[in-house]
């Protein structure tokens, strides 16, 4: 019989933590205490030791606990960051947007959840919305939860269209999520062989390279296995910020044309606006068939995601809307984020402002690494989607350490430091970015090459 008294006094005490807006030192060292002991016995002891070798071995410094304004946030001992991390692009408008969260807060007050049956208005109008500001014909849209939501319901999507066409092609260093559709389309082994057999039909083409996806497509048909879709990321993300050249998107479009494929664009990471355009396909003219949303889609303040088709598409799901469903997928609180999401957007002009900011960012870090060639490889990016590429791992994971201790956030994991993602709000603010560029100079100064 589980002690419910024990476990009540306990909910009372979180509760009541969370109603405040500022905690106390006792308070904090409580919050501190239970949240190693609670990752270490019950969530994933893993992630003490990643996070531990970001934070010089104290993890007092790694417990979260409220924003610090939209381009930042304060761990549980009042320290603030500057978040050049962006959740891994979720903050497109900035921490708790207050139109976003007013958006949230006022369908709160009314309804939380849907019935689950009469027609839903958000729904409806959120669609019409993204029918308006995606490209080319994309018209019907089903909403998710999560990326790799976005990107599975897209392949059967892309399925139930082309039902003789059995492959899918996705790019090497491709990231489409990890549920076992979207596993089967990312291209990291780690992630991949602990689980195998993928789902499948999926091949690997290099990214970037026209000729290896031409070939084969040619292959695929010649031996029946015809591609039926190509799943790609406009720019890939997790995998390093990789740009492709200008024409190979375009080309892309006429092959899957060509032979008769679906294009999926995954924009779970560039999309509402994070490379300075609403979408990165605007940059390069091109419109998918199917696109994948999600991320920032739910306005930094909202689980939502969407995947976006054209009628053609879609249609195979008329005749009965339930072949592929989701309980929470569509929600009227992510449905109410979604739109005010896209409001502050366009009101903001804020995919302009990634391109302005982008550009001040990258010639700001550019400068920053200037003369510590021995470390930096490159520094890339379009919009405010940047890397800095290191020479190695080690190096890579000084910097980001270092960053982190002087108050910026940046993505770089013991794991995987070689590329450090810098994917802040698109509402930095010009004295945050020199703040940036500043601490990535200290750090680089500080970090020494060991061979
Ligand atoms: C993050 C990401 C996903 C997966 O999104 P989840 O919400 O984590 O499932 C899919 N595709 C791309 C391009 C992403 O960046």
Redesign the pocket.
């Known amino acids: 019989m589980p002690n419910y008294e024990s476990v009540r006094n306990y909910t009372e005490k979180v509760l009541s933590l969370i109603s405040q807006d500022e905690i106390d030192s006792d308070a904090a060292k409580w919050v501190t205490k239970e949240t190693l002991d609670g990752f270490r016995e019950y969530v994933n002891p893993g992630f003490l030791e990643y996070r531990k070798s970001v934070t010089l071995g104290t993890l007092d410094a790694a417990v979260e606990w409220a924003d610090s304004g939209p381009n930042g946030f304060r761990d549980v001992n009042g320290k603030e960051y500057i978040d050049c991390l962006g959740g ?2 979720i903050y497109n408008v900035g921490h708790r947007h207050p139109k976003v969260v007013k958006a949230v807060v006022d369908q709160l007050n009314r309804q939380a959840l849907h019935s689950q049956d009469l027609l839903d208005p958000l729904r409806a109008m959120l669609a019409k919305i993204l029918a308006d500001i995606t490209p080319g014909d994309l018209k019907y849209s089903f909403f998710t ?7 599975e319901a897209a392949l059967k999507l892309a399925r139930a269209y082309n039902p003789s066409k059995p492959t899918i092609l996705a790019a090497t260093k ?6 076992y559709g ?1 596993l089967a389309g ?1 291209a990291k082994g780690v992630f991949r062989r602990p689980f195998m057999p993928m789902m499948p039909g999926f091949r690997h083409i290099a990214f970037n390279d026209i000729d290896m996806l031409h070939k084969t497509m040619h292959a695929c048909k010649m031996v029946g296995e015809d591609v039926g879709a190509v799943l790609l ?1 406009p720019i ?3 995998g390093g910020v990789n740009i492709p050249e200008d024409d190979y998107l375009p080309t892309v479009r006429e092959l899957c044309n060509q032979y008769g494929a679906l294009l999926i664009l ?5 999309g509402m606006g994070r490379t300075g355009k609403m979408f990165c396909s605007e940059h390069y003219d091109v419109a998918p068939d199917i696109l ?1 949303l ?2 920032s889609f739910g306005g930094g303040v909202m ?1 939502a ?1 969407a995947t976006v088709a054209t009628e053609e598409v879609f249609s195979r799901l008329f005749d009965n809307p339930f072949l592929h469903t989701t309980t929470f997928g569509g929600n009227p609180l992510a449905c109410a984020a979604a739109i005010a999401n896209i409001h502050v957007l366009i009101e903001e002009n804020l995919p302009a402002r990634a391109d302005e900011l982008g550009r001040y960012m990258l010639d700001g870090l550019r400068e920053a690494v200037k003369g510590h060639e021995d470390k930096v490889l490159d520094v890339r990016g379009k919009g405010l989607l940047m890397a800095l590429e290191f020479v190695d791992d080690a190096i890579g994971f000084e910097v980001a350490k270092h960053m982190f201790e002087n108050g910026v956030l940046v993505a770089g994991t013991l794991v995987n430091a070689k590329v450090i993602r810098v994917e802040p709000p698109l509402t930095i603010l010009h004295e945050q970015a020199d703040r940036v560029f500043e601490v990535l100079a200290d750090a680089l100064e500080n970090t020494r090459v060991t061979v």
């Open positions: 891994f692009g939860n999560s990326g790799t939501e976005s990107v491709a990231f489409h999520g990890k549920s979207s990312t990321e890939q993300g997790e995954d924009e779970v990471q560039t994948c999600a991320k689980p995601g």
